[in-house]
């Protein structure tokens, strides 16, 4: 290696120049430079590395030089939420952890990767925006919860993305959760319920920090949610715990809440599974209402946001562990 001394002072000039780690220069002339180009913008790293190029090459005795770009990938969790069958309410409790885990001040982000039935759109307020995309990446879309989202009901016809198996399914997972996510820390991915494709490729390709479970005390009673507990467990992916939806009915005239099935029964069952139970939300016609209407409770002020901001609280805490 020879004096590097001159290189440096060759860059000082860009404006840039903090983001060229100090370049080396070899015997036979050969200048190495490595440019930090997070958050720039393709063209921006692209004039970025000719303007290197060109200050280097200027300096006496450099022949050739070579670049290498890097660039901080954000650091961002995925939270997988799953069931055991569909029908359970797991989209519902997708959009709502969401808000509810944006309320406590984490910068979350909502994947919709439900090929079955993607219905976070409308959940969500969102229905027919179509995202950008930008640099071969999409861009999420932002919704009025202050939750940015992307679905596969937004890349497909909801009736051909039925007919997604494997490689498609996955390339499409893998569009949406590589999005251009900016500065979103928590990602709540919304899986088609089962243990097919989707849930596979999640795992392999894109390790959740947890997976949450949704149930209704039904589905408890016929396993099929064990059997998606079974598939995050066997891949080694913390389940973060167990939610037990429409469990208990609320009286839409009286208020009073029964519980047709039982009480407690999910909550047990959660034990001895071995895994942390969430909490439940109530049977409530209220809550299919604002749903429909795309009206998310968690984002409300009444007592129908408090069971999912309380599992959010769960959530986080589990995250942390
Ligand atoms: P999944 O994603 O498991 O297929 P969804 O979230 O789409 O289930 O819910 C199925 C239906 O049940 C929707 O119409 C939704 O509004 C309704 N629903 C979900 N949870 C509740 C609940 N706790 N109370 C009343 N209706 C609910």
Redesign the pocket.
């Known amino acids: 290696m020879t004096d590097s001394a001159p290189l440096v002072a060759a860059l000082a000039a860009l404006s840039e120049a903090r983001r060229v780690a100090p370049p080396r220069l070899s015997a036979d002339g050969v200048a190495s430079a490595i440019l930090d180009v997070t958050g720039l913008e393709s063209g921006a790293r692209e004039a970025l590395e000719s303007a290197v190029r060109a200050a280097l090459l200027a300096v006496p005795g450099v022949r050739e030089v070579r670049v290498v770009q890097t660039a901080e990938k954000a650091e961002r969790r995925l939270i997988a939420v799953g069931?055991g069958?569909?029908?359970?309410?797991?989209?519902?409790?997708?959009?709502n952890l969401a808000i509810a885990l944006r309320r406590l001040g984490h910068r979350t982000g909502l994947v919709d990767a439900?090929i079955?039935?993607p219905?976070q759109p409308r959940?969500m307020a969102a229905e027919g925006e179509r995202p950008m995309a930008h640099d071969k990446q999409l861009l999420p879309v932002m919704t009025r919860w202050g939750v940015p989202m992307l679905s596969m009901g937004q890349l497909v016809a909801p009736e051909k993305a039925l007919a997604w198996r494997g490689p498609m399914a996955s390339g499409a997972l893998g569009q949406l959760v590589d999005a251009r996510w900016e500065h979103v820390d928590t990602l709540v991915v919304?899986l088609p319920?089962g243990t097919g494709d989707v849930q596979l490729s999640m795992i392999q390709k894109h390790r959740p920090a947890g997976a949450v479970i949704?149930s209704t005390p039904q589905d408890l009673a016929l396993i099929d949610a064990a059997r998606a507990i079974d598939l995050f467990n066997t891949a080694g992916v913390p389940i973060l715990g167990l939610v037990e939806?429409?469990?208990g009915y609320?009286c839409p005239h009286c208020g009073e809440v029964s519980d047709p099935f039982g009480q407690g029964g999910a909550e047990a069952e959660a034990a001895r599974l071995g895994i942390p139970f969430l909490g439940r939300?109530?049977?409530?016609?209220?809550?299919?209402?604002a749903?429909?209407a795309g009206e998310p409770p968690a984002a409300g002020e009444d007592a129908a946001a408090a069971p999912f901001l309380r599992i959010a609280e769960k959530v986080a805490e589990a995250l942390k562990h």
């Open positions: 069931s069958k569909g029908g359970v309410g797991k989209s519902t409790l997708s959009a439900d079955y039935g219905s959940l919304d319920p949704v939806n429409m469990a609320v939300v109530p049977l409530d016609i209220a809550i299919r209402r749903s429909d």
